[in-house]
């Protein structure tokens, strides 16, 4: 759904959109809480650094980083953004889509 507001409309200024989406209540999204699927994320980076029998320090070398960055996206202190996890996953010899089937079964 499109909506036009004319609150801040000026004569020689267009009209501003705003797009209102509907959000669905969030004890429907999951049945898990947030931080359960945080560490399960977590767990399941861990696990593909092991699987492909790399080290932390060997991980990062592949990424071009240092150790710490694995350290800590490991532990959950720091995100990864889409890239940086398909980067990851390259590294550890898996596709991305294989990384979220994985996910996806861990989070049923």
Known sequence: MLRVSLADHRKD?????????????LHRMSKRSPRSEQEALVALLR????????RQVDLAKKLGQPQPFVS????????????????VCQAVGITLQ???????????
């Open 72 to 87: 800590r996206y490991e532990s959950g202190e720091r995100r990864l953004d889409i890239l940086e996890l398909r980067q």
């Open 47 to 54: 696990a593909i650094r092991s699987e492909a029998g790399l």
């Open 98 to 108: 294989e990384f979220a089937a994985r996910l996806e079964q861990q989070l049923q």
């Open 13 to 25: 200024s267009p009209p501003q959109l705003i797009r209102k989406i509907p959000l669905a209540p």
